[in-house]
């Protein structure tokens, strides 16, 4: 599974809207209330509960409006760390450490 950044929690308001534009790859967690979401240029809906998932798919506007008060978490994500690099951050590290050595 792929490694996310997580956002702290973001509280909508009954009747509000979060828009997210460019949010491809970004999970919405619903922790509480409930959701409807939209992506441009979907022909499909999403209604989500609390603790439901949903990945958004497209790089447009996605719009989320909350039926009732709501807690959502959005999450990015991680940057992916080549192989190579990996490997290259391990064999520098002892060459990079900033701390005092002792004897």
Do not use: C, N
């Not at 996310?4 to 949010?23: C, F, K, T, V």
């Not at 970004?26 to 809906?45: C, K, N, Y």
């Not at 989500?48 to 998932?53: I, N």
């Not at 959005?74 to 900033?98: D, E, F, G, I, Y």
């Amino acid at each position: 599974m792929d490694d996310y950044l997580e956002q702290d929690p973001i509280s909508i308001a009954r009747g509000s809207l979060l828009r997210i534009d460019g949010g491809a790859g970004v999970l919405v967690h619903v922790r509480e209330g409930e959701l409807w979401l939209t992506q441009e240029g979907s022909p499909q809906d999403h209604l989500l509960g609390a603790g439901q998932t949903f990945r958004i798919d497209r790089d447009g506007a996605t719009l989320v409006h909350a039926f009732r008060r709501s807690l959502v978490s959005l999450s990015r994500p991680a940057p992916r760390v080549s192989p190579l690099r990996a490997w290259a951050a391990k064999l520098l590290a002892p060459l990079t450490r900033t701390d005092p050595i002792t004897h």
